[in-house]
């Protein structure tokens, strides 16, 4: 069983940076699954932050493109999210997602979703 544990979460003031990490554990060697972040604001839906595609470069949404870089170790356990030039808009519950590649859509109804697996959520929030 996959098991997603993520930390880095907090306040920040707009502006300012703060980094998400991302342990795995539990892939076994024929486990094609990406990694990638999502993020759930109060009242919106599960919203894809960024993802590792299948020729392991980063993929970012339009929103976070240029302010966030998502990198990961070799080995596939642990992903770092660096996030800078952080605005209100991004003041949400972080999520760590290890999907198929083709599971990864821009939105879920709901973070966690019922595929793949996930971790528990980290707040960030961003005060203006």
């Known amino acids: 069983e996959v098991q997603l544990v993520e930390s880095g979460g907090g306040s920040v003031q707009a502006g300012g940076s703060l980094t998400l990490s991302c342990t795995a554990s539990?892939?076994?060697?024929?486990?094609?699954?990406?990694m990638g972040w999502y993020r759930q604001a109060p009242g919106d839906t599960c919203n894809l932050v960024s993802r590792?595609?299948?020729?392991?470069?980063?993929e970012y949404s339009k929103s976070v493109k240029g302010r966030f870089t998502l990198s990961q170790d070799n080995a596939k356990k642990t992903t770092h999210l660096q996030m800078n030039g952080m605005t209100p808009e991004d003041t949400a519950v972080y999520y760590c997602?290890?999907?198929?590649?083709?599971?990864?859509?821009?939105?879920?109804?709901?973070?966690?979703?019922?595929?793949?697996?996930w971790g528990q959520g980290t707040r960030v929030t961003v005060s203006a």
């Open positions: 539990g892939f076994n060697s024929n486990d094609a699954s990406k």
């Open positions: 997602a290890a999907l198929p590649g083709a599971w990864f859509y821009n939105r879920y109804d709901k973070c966690p979703s019922p595929f793949g697996s």
């Open positions: 590792i595609n299948n020729d392991g470069t980063p």
